[in-house]
């Protein structure tokens, strides 16, 4: 069993930056392939990146390739997404999710353990 709690969301301007935290509880965090995916109002659920176990690969969502950076602690039991010039279009709930199999990938509903999500609201 994997807990995952979400931090650092919060409002920020166009152009500026944010970093998450996903903190997970348990001793097998590190077996696990960490999703981040966003929910904004009215839409559905959507995939913005994952990173490997190790942290050796990562892949991105063409909306936020080069902007947002996934990174892991697997000492820290924690994942982060770091966001970078930040556009409205950004603004949503923002989840980390844990795969086992680590076959995933962007399909949510492939994903074991969810967090609760941040949200993260980008103004004009």
């Known amino acids: 069993q994997v807990q995952l709690v979400e931090s650092g969301g919060g409002l920020v301007q166009a152009g500026g930056s944010l970093r998450l935290s996903c903190a997970a509880s348990?001793?097998?965090?590190?077996?696990?392939?960490m999703g981040w995916f966003r929910q904004a109002p009215g839409k559905e659920r959507e995939f913005v990146g994952y990173?490997?176990?190790?942290?050796?690969?990562?892949y991105y969502a063409d909306s936020v390739k080069g902007r947002f950076t996934i990174s892991r602690d697997n000492a820290k039991k924690t994942v982060y997404l770091q966001m970078n010039s930040l556009k409205p279009e950004d603004t949503a709930v923002y989840y980390c999710?844990?795969?086992?199999?680590?076959?995933?990938?962007?399909?949510?509903?492939?994903?074991?353990?969810w967090g609760q999500g941040t949200k993260v609201t980008v103004s004009s």
């Open positions: 990173i490997t176990r190790s942290g050796g690969g990562t």
């Open positions: 348990g001793r097998t965090f590190s077996r696990f392939y």
């Open positions: 999710a844990a795969d086992l199999s680590g076959l995933a990938s962007f399909a949510y509903q492939g994903y074991d353990y």
